[in-house]
């Protein structure tokens, strides 16, 4: 099947995204990305033969396939960034291997006397046992 695709996206209109428009489209804010591929461009800059992929690209396609729900093979998240499928699925791998190499930077386990005070902290609020942490629960409704 023949996909059209949009070129320009993350280039032209992207940058031009009112605050609200982008957090949308890819659930953190403008500044988180900005810092995401700050620190990612060592990790993710590719010297090749061929021009190289911008790391803030690379990065938004990253962050996009992370806020979208559908399953990768159902949705051609390439079609929005100029893309094909296969260099889509080259630049998520490669993007998610440099975050997790970072991931001590990202996420760190509490101290004992903090975890207990993040546990009882989540009894008293929502009545939840034993829970020390939450990812992301804007999918999930909590009663």
């Given at each position: 099947?023949?996909?059209?695709?949009?070129?320009?996206?993350?280039?032209?209109?992207?940058?031009?995204?009112?605050?609200?428009?982008?957090?949308?489209?890819?659930?953190?804010?403008r500044?988180?990305?900005e810092?995401?591929?700050?620190?990612?461009?060592?990790?993710?800059?590719?010297?090749?033969?061929?021009?190289?992929?911008?790391?803030?690209?690379?990065?938004?396609?990253?962050v996009?396939?992370?806020?979208?729900?559908?399953?990768?093979?159902?949705?051609?998240?390439?079609?929005?960034f100029?893309?094909?499928?296969?260099?889509?699925?080259?630049?998520?791998?490669?993007?998610?291997?440099?975050?997790?190499?970072?991931?001590?930077?990202?996420?760190s386990?509490?101290?004992?006397?903090k975890?207990?005070?993040?546990?009882?902290?989540?009894e008293?609020?929502?009545?939840?046992?034993?829970?020390?942490?939450?990812?992301?629960?804007?999918?999930?409704?909590?009663?």
């Amino acid at each position: 099947r023949k996909v059209t695709k949009i070129f320009g996206y993350a280039e032209t209109i992207v940058p031009y995204q009112f605050p609200e428009d982008f957090k949308s489209n890819f659930r953190p804010r403008r500044t988180c990305v900005e810092r995401l591929v700050t620190l990612l461009t060592p990790w993710v800059q590719v010297p090749r033969r061929r021009p190289a992929i911008d790391v803030t690209k690379q990065t938004l396609v990253f962050v996009w396939s992370l806020a979208n729900l559908k399953c990768f093979s159902s949705v051609v998240y390439g079609d929005r960034f100029g893309l094909s499928d296969s260099t889509v699925c080259r630049v998520v791998h490669r993007v998610g291997l440099a975050v997790l190499a970072h991931g001590p930077n990202f996420v760190s386990w509490p101290t004992e006397k903090k975890a207990l005070h993040i546990i009882s902290g989540f009894e008293a609020k929502a009545g939840f046992l034993g829970v020390l942490g939450g990812i992301d629960g804007s999918h999930i409704v909590c009663k």
